[in-house]
């Protein structure tokens, strides 16, 4: 089944109403292995996922690209990816400790872990970076997370750019496999799931 790809590459336009997304990524992202280690209890994960990813979706808002799919007859958000174009340099998210510390209560020292893991682990070579590809429970299976993918992909083999990305969960890891991408590490969370750094050479 072919589904449509709306793009929306927004940067600093204000206002922007950025709640579908954050609420989509939080309800496919929160129950993951990564989110289960920051917070055990499901009813914290409820609470604060959507504060916690709402610093990422923001930050895509302003510097990256963001891919979304709704659903053909109730405009419903399926899926989305969020991708930083690290070609050159951006800045970090406006105020970021602050709202990682206010998002992350009793686990900011295991985001602050996570966030060290992530960054000593990340390529310098030039690059696009898939932050998180988020299809909502209800419509996982159906090939959505493909279809953003191929999207974004035919724009990166043209221009003769890699991929990279972290993947969660040996599903994803799978996923990302099929589509190009190579694991060059895994980092170890401590007392925690691995995650898989994978990079994909742009294709022919």
Known sequence: MTYAIQELVIRDVTPVDTDEITDLVAEAMR???????????????RREAPHYFAIFVDHATRYGEVYATADAESGRLSGVALWFPLTSL?????DYERRLKE????????????????????????????AFLAVHPKDQNRGIG??????????????????????????????????GYQIRSVIELPD?????????APMA
């Open 31 to 45: 129950d993951g292995p990564v989110a289960r280690w920051l917070h055990a209890d499901p009813d914290v994960r």
């Open 146 to 179: 493909s279809a953003l993918l191929d999207r974004h992909h035919a724009r990166l083999d043209h221009a003769g750019i890699p991929a990279y990305l972290e993947a969660n969960d040996p599903r994803n890891r799978d996923l990302y496999l099929r589509h």
């Open 103 to 130: 998002a992350a209560g009793d686990a900011f020292d295991r985001a602050c872990q996570l966030d060290a893991a992530i960054e000593s682990h990340h390529p310098f070579e030039p690059h696009h970076y898939l």
């Open 90 to 94: 951006i800045p970090p998210p406006v």
């Open 192 to 200: 925690g799931p691995p995650l898989w750094t994978m990079w994909r």
